[in-house]
């Protein structure tokens, strides 16, 4: 009987199983470096074993060669099975895609059903051994509680470049949640470090941070917002550490606006000022303590940082430096005051793979003190939850902190919603739990800052099929420890920056042993906490408690399935860590109301208008000084800052609404103090960040008037000026005058100054533009504003309805171009979600876009992530903030999404070659709108966006 089953497997196998020779001939080939294996996959195929499908060179050296001569002999007498096994495992732990194990255990599988019948039934219970020797523990963590190596100081995130400031304008109790979320311990992030922004007035990414210190006379320590901000985490989490560091200064503190240390002990003042505040008037005892925002240190300065700090009572404040690059440790390696002056290297966006045998030498903590930038969906979180495990397993960093800690600025202007969770509807109070908040959870929730590190190949290290691994301990207490596991694809391990080299994961098993004596003789029970980052579906898990395992105390192992996406926590500490629910139900998502009116009397003073972003200058809520009782908004800044980046050339501005207004109406009041006489007050429609574009209405001291369309240079005029006059009587300071501005289409329809019509008629502005309502000026002078108004005209504010019946929203439809609806309104057919898989998905349907394979042509399928004619690779994180290519995996990506409003289709166009009309797209969250421009671009006129209909 056995023998006929073992003839019946033989004939099931057939030839491409029953012949070993491609197996060991391709093998050893590859073994003396003949051949690429992308070359040998075609002379292995009919066996589809050992090395096919791999990218690189085989590096299986002697292994692979002892294993190919063992495979070899197989066939031949069945009895060097077990001998063999230990090579095949040892050789194929080197194979770094899943696929690979499993590949070779069919391939000794079809060895032994080729052998002869007599020999085949003796050799099944080998077999088995075989089989399961191959590949089944493919990393083995041996934990040693006593092999301690550097001290862990925490997981954080950073609130800078105005990256918090609609937080601030949250009611409650929605502000509370988002920050329990942020700070509560065992329950959302639970951070244990808080980084920010020491205002300087100046643009520092998403906009400006007020300064305590506009003028070298006067300290405001109600300015800002920073100080709440660590105040209430200090509420959640007295034991959180916190630590500051400015972007930029304000101008009086050096006689060189590109150098913050010509006078270096006004700058320390400066900074010993801020100390106080937080110390004295919000009770926070800062921790940390940086130098100047990926801008160049100065020994001078830091030396006499140092002394001030601990003369003003913080000899326990620490200081980073140079929260940038490694080049520092150049520096601080030839200089022993400087080196000691310093306590930690900040590194930003640090590689794993450089080297920092310097910074080392130096013997003091090195931190990723900036980290990811990346948009807060799952490839977020996949990039944040590799770099804090990998930064210390690779590169012995002992903390990771994440920009930004929240995102709360508007989309439209830079790196929208890069942060660890979104909260951008102040007026809604809706706000999203992302999933980068859970990856910092697996450690935060389990650990303390100050707890030890395990040494690599004492608990820490790297898989053998790719990802990382870490334990970390309470040297007080050594049954205090969490181990966390994490596996990244390179397609999902990329944050912003710095580029990944190129490498492979596969699934795996992972096999850990507690020390000897640590696990009692009935054993020890784990916590064990899973997400998965690279699971697509609706159920992915996110932070999920499993069952807890049983440690036995013999073996005192266990054994884990780790597959590409995980992310796991083992730890002792079975209660405790939850996955917070919302206190109360998140409110529907909504675009910002209109009519908004404000007279800026319901604020505290020093601080910004409710919705205000400012992004040059700074504009806060001040008392009226001519009229009690009453308040104004005035831009504060009187000199040029120390600056960061210089945000462009234009004057002051400050920013309200959404990135896709159009057709407003917009009136204030305005007035300024003694200037030039080209001193201007300006009001705008349809304004991007800096207001390179904005339908701009200015009045000048001297009696001119313009509307251009763009913003004031400063100390000048616009430079696009479409229309200008003379206005009735020269503006008088501290004379209040009335600006009123309607734009509707490609016509404005009101210009106003006082009781003075500006315009006869309607005149013609571009009908392409979009963007935010703005105020500002043209120079560093006091202009002040009051009694905004802003109200929807015109007939494109009605919620749109498609152009083509939902009924034909079918598999097998055709992806069209059509004119992008206005105004932040939103139509069905134009709603698409950009998944974290690259797929482009159709809201009102779930399906995809697809390959047509038909002209190139792009149809709506049936979701599918592992479908590459339905992945268009993109930046996931820089495509919200300017147009760029999505390149089809499936073209070989030689194929892009390109589009022609001449035909109204949505097409696929090789990258080379014809040229459509466009091929470069950008998102907009608000409206969930794929757009074939980020700004106003002429050369396209309206915008165009991807939708499920034709152009009416």
Same mark, same amino acid.
């Given at each position: 009987?056995?023998?006929?089953?073992?003839?019946?497997?033989?004939?099931?196998?057939?030839?491409?199983?029953?012949?070993?020779?491609?197996?060991?001939?391709?093998?050893?080939?590859?073994?003396?470096?003949?051949?690429?294996?992308?070359?040998?996959?075609?002379?292995?195929?009919?066996?589809?074993?050992?090395?096919?499908?791999?990218?690189?060179?085989?590096?299986?050296?002697?292994?692979?060669?002892?294993?190919?001569?063992?495979?070899?002999?197989?066939?031949?007498?069945?009895?060097?099975?077990?001998?063999?096994?230990?090579?095949?495992?040892?050789?194929?732990?080197?194979?770094?895609?899943?696929?690979?194990?499993?590949?070779?255990?069919?391939?000794?599988?079809?060895?032994?059903?080729?052998?002869?019948?007599?020999?085949?039934?003796?050799?099944?219970?080998?077999?088995?051994?075989?089989?399961?020797?191959?590949?089944?523990?493919?990393?083995?963590?041996?934990?040693?509680?006593?092999?301690?190596?550097?001290?862990?100081?925490?997981?954080?995130?950073?609130?800078?470049?105005?990256?918090?400031?609609?937080?601030?304008?949250?009611?409650?109790?929605?502000?509370?949640?988002?920050?329990?979320?942020?700070?509560?311990?065992?329950?959302?992030?639970?951070?244990?470090?808080?980084?920010?922004?020491?205002?300087?007035?100046?643009?520092?990414?998403?906009?400006?941070?007020?300064?305590?210190?506009?003028?070298?006379?006067?300290?405001?320590?109600?300015?800002?917002?920073?100080?709440?901000?660590?105040?209430?985490?200090?509420?959640?989490?007295?034991?959180?550490?916190?630590?500051?560091?400015?972007?930029?200064?304000?101008?009086?503190?050096?006689?060189?606006?590109?150098?913050?240390?010509?006078?270096?002990?006004?700058?320390?003042?400066?900074?010993?000022?801020?100390?106080?505040?937080?110390?004295?008037?919000?009770?926070?005892?800062?921790?940390?303590?940086?130098?100047?925002?990926?801008?160049?240190?100065?020994?001078?300065?830091?030396?006499?940082?140092?002394?001030?700090?601990?003369?003003?009572?913080?000899?326990?404040?620490?200081?980073?430096?140079?929260?940038?690059?490694?080049?520092?440790?150049?520096?601080?390696?030839?200089?022993?005051?400087?080196?000691?002056?310093?306590?930690?290297?900040?590194?930003?966006?640090?590689?794993?793979?450089?080297?920092?045998?310097?910074?080392?030498?130096?013997?003091?903590?090195?931190?990723?003190?900036?980290?990811?930038?990346?948009?807060?969906?799952?490839?977020?979180?996949?990039?944040?939850?590799?770099?804090?495990?990998?930064?210390?397993?690779?590169?012995?960093?002992?903390?990771?902190?994440?920009?930004?800690?929240?995102?709360?600025?508007?989309?439209?202007?830079?790196?929208?919603?890069?942060?660890?969770?979104?909260?951008?509807?102040?007026?809604?109070?809706?706000?999203?739990?992302?999933?980068?908040?859970?990856?910092?959870?697996?450690?935060?929730?389990?650990?303390?800052?100050?707890?030890?590190?395990?040494?690599?190949?004492?608990?820490?290290?790297?898989?053998?099929?790719?990802?990382?691994?870490?334990?970390?301990?309470?040297?007080?207490?050594?049954?205090?420890?969490?181990?966390?596991?994490?596996?990244?694809?390179?397609?999902?391990?990329?944050?912003?920056?710095?580029?990944?080299?190129?490498?492979?994961?596969?699934?795996?098993?992972? !096999?850990?042993?507690? %020390?000897? /004596?640590? #696990?009692?003789?009935? =054993?020890?029970?784990?916590?064990?906490?899973? &997400?998965?980052?690279?699971?697509?579906?609706?159920?992915?898990?996110?932070?999920?408690?499993?069952?807890?395992?049983?440690?036995?105390?013999?073996?005192?192992?266990?054994?884990?399935?780790?597959?590409?996406?995980?992310?796991?926590?083992?730890?002792?500490?079975?209660?405790?860590?939850?996955?917070?629910?919302?206190?109360?139900?998140?409110?529907?998502?909504?675009?910002?109301?209109?009519?908004?009116?404000?007279?800026?009397?319901?604020?505290?003073?020093?601080?910004?208008?409710?919705?205000?972003?400012?992004?040059?200058?700074?504009?806060?809520?001040?008392?009226?000084?001519?009229?009690?009782?009453?308040?104004?908004?005035?831009?504060?800044?009187?000199?040029?800052?120390?600056?960061? !980046?210089?945000?462009? %050339?234009? /004057?002051? #501005?400050?920013?309200? =609404?959404?990135?896709?207004?159009?057709?407003? &109406?917009?009136?204030?009041?305005?007035?300024?103090?003694?200037?030039?006489?080209?001193?201007?007050?300006?009001?705008?429609?349809?304004?991007?960040?800096?207001?390179?574009?904005?339908?701009?209405?200015?009045?000048?001291?001297?009696?001119?008037?313009?509307?251009?369309?763009?913003?004031?240079?400063?100390?000048?005029?616009?430079?696009?000026?479409?229309?200008?006059?003379?206005?009735?009587?020269e503006l008088q300071p501290n004379t209040w005058v009335e600006l009123n501005l309607t734009v509707v289409g490609g016509m404005a329809t009101v210009l106003t100054c006082d009781q003075q019509q500006l315009i006869s008629a309607p005149v013609r502005v571009d009908n392409f533009t979009f963007g935010f309502v703005a105020l500002g000026t043209n120079a560093w002078n006091s202009v002040e504003f009051d009694n905004l108004v802003i109200q929807p005209v015109g007939p494109h504010w009605t919620p749109p309805k498609a152009p083509c019946s939902s009924s034909s929203w079918v598999k097998g439809s055709q992806l069209h171009v059509r004119p992008c609806e206005i105004n932040a309104l939103q139509a069905a057919d134009q709603e698409f979600t950009l998944r974290a898989d690259y797929l482009i998905q159709h809201v009102a349907t779930g399906l995809c876009v697809a390959s047509a394979s038909v002209m190139q042509k792009l149809q709506l399928q049936a979701c599918n992530s592992t479908d590459e004619q339905q992945q268009f690779l993109n930046d996931y994180t820089t495509i919200r903030n300017k147009a760029l290519p999505m390149v089809l995996v499936g073209g070989g990506q030689k194929l892009m999404l390109a589009g022609d409003s001449s035909t109204g289709l949505a097409l696929l166009l090789p990258s080379e070659g014809k040229v459509p009309q466009w091929t470069n797209w950008a998102y907009f969250p608000n409206t969930l709108q794929l757009r074939n421009m980020y700004e106003p671009y002429a050369a396209l006129g309206?915008?165009?966006?991807?939708?499920?209909?034709?152009?009416?």
């Open positions: 009987e056995r023998e006929r089953e073992s003839g019946r497997q033989r004939d099931r196998v057939g030839e491409k199983t029953r012949s070993v020779a491609p197996v060991s001939v391709a093998c050893s080939r590859v073994c003396k470096s003949e051949v690429p294996a992308s070359d040998s996959v075609s002379a292995m195929a009919a066996s589809r074993n050992v090395i096919s499908s791999s990218r690189h060179w085989c590096s299986m050296d002697r292994a692979c060669c002892r294993a190919s001569s063992r495979v070899r002999r197989l066939a031949g007498d069945g009895v060097s099975l077990a001998h063999a096994s230990s090579d095949v495992s040892s050789a194929t732990n080197r194979f770094t895609r899943p696929s690979r194990c499993s590949q070779i255990r069919r391939s000794i599988a079809a060895i032994f059903f080729s052998l002869p019948a007599d020999r085949f039934a003796t050799s099944m219970s080998m077999l088995l051994l075989v089989l399961l020797a191959v590949c089944v523990q493919c990393t083995k963590i041996a934990v040693n509680f006593s092999d301690t190596d550097l001290t862990f100081d925490g997981i954080g995130a950073l609130s800078a470049g105005a990256s918090s400031r609609a937080l601030v304008d949250y009611k409650e109790p929605y502000r509370s949640d988002v920050l329990d979320y942020l700070f509560k311990p065992s329950f959302g992030a639970s951070l244990q470090i808080l980084k920010v922004e020491i205002g300087g007035d100046s643009d520092s990414t998403d906009g400006c941070e007020s300064s305590h210190m506009h003028s070298a006379d006067v300290v405001d320590y109600n300015s800002g917002y920073e100080w709440w901000l660590m105040q209430e985490a200090k509420k959640r989490n007295p034991s959180i550490k916190t630590y500051g560091l400015p972007w930029a200064f304000p101008g009086w503190v050096s006689s060189d606006p590109s150098n913050p240390y010509t006078e270096p002990n006004k700058t320390v003042d400066y900074i010993m000022k801020w100390m106080h505040g937080a110390q004295d008037v919000y009770n926070v005892t800062v921790d940390y303590l940086g130098v100047w925002n990926e801008r160049n240190s100065n020994p001078t300065y830091v030396k006499l940082l140092r002394s001030a700090l601990n003369q003003g009572g913080f000899k326990d404040t620490k200081i980073v430096a140079r929260d940038g690059g490694a080049d520092i440790c150049n520096g601080l390696a030839k200089d022993k005051e400087y080196a000691d002056a310093v306590d930690i290297i900040g590194l930003h966006y640090p590689s794993d793979y450089a080297n920092y045998d310097t910074c080392r030498a130096l013997n003091k903590p090195i931190w990723s003190s900036e980290e990811s930038s990346s948009y807060d969906d799952l490839n977020g979180a996949a990039c944040w939850a590799r770099v804090m495990v990998s930064h210390f397993s690779l590169a012995r960093m002992t903390s990771s902190i994440m920009w930004a800690l929240v995102g709360s600025y508007y989309h439209g202007t830079q790196w929208y919603a890069t942060a660890m969770f979104t909260a951008v509807e102040p007026w809604s109070g809706h706000y999203e739990v992302s999933p980068p908040i859970w990856a910092t959870a697996h450690i935060t929730q389990f650990t303390e800052a100050g707890w030890m590190y395990l040494k690599n190949n004492s608990g820490s290290g790297v898989l053998e099929q790719g990802g990382f691994y870490t334990t970390l301990v309470n040297p007080r207490n050594t049954s205090e420890f969490a181990i966390q596991i994490v596996k990244i694809s390179h397609d999902h391990a990329q944050c912003v920056r710095p580029a990944l080299p190129a490498f492979d994961t596969a699934d795996e098993n992972v !096999t850990i042993t507690l %020390p000897a /004596g640590f #696990v009692p003789a009935g =054993g020890l029970d784990l916590a064990v906490w899973y &997400s998965n980052f690279e699971d697509y579906s609706d159920s992915a898990p996110w932070f999920v408690q499993q069952p807890n395992v049983h440690v036995d105390g013999t073996s005192r192992t266990l054994t884990l399935l780790v597959s590409v996406g995980a992310m796991y926590t083992i730890s002792p500490r079975l209660h405790g860590p939850s996955k917070g629910a919302p206190p109360h139900p998140i409110p529907a998502s909504a675009a910002l109301p209109l009519p908004h009116t404000d007279s800026f009397d319901d604020y505290p003073v020093s601080q910004e208008a409710m919705y205000f972003s400012d992004q040059i200058g700074v504009f806060e809520v001040h008392q009226d000084p001519h009229s009690p009782g009453n308040k104004v908004m005035r831009q504060m800044v009187p000199q040029q800052p120390v600056m960061w !980046t210089r945000p462009g %050339p234009r /004057g002051p #501005v400050t920013l309200i =609404g959404m990135s896709e207004w159009q057709d407003v &109406s917009v009136s204030v009041r305005a007035r300024f103090q003694a200037g030039p006489g080209s001193l201007a007050l300006c009001i705008a429609a349809r304004a991007t960040q800096h207001w390179e574009y904005a339908t701009s209405l200015c009045v000048y001291q001297d009696a001119r008037w313009s509307l251009s369309a763009d913003g004031p240079y400063m100390d000048g005029y616009p430079h696009d000026i479409r229309y200008q006059g003379n206005l009735q009587h309206a915008p165009q966006c991807l939708s499920v209909c034709p152009p009416a």
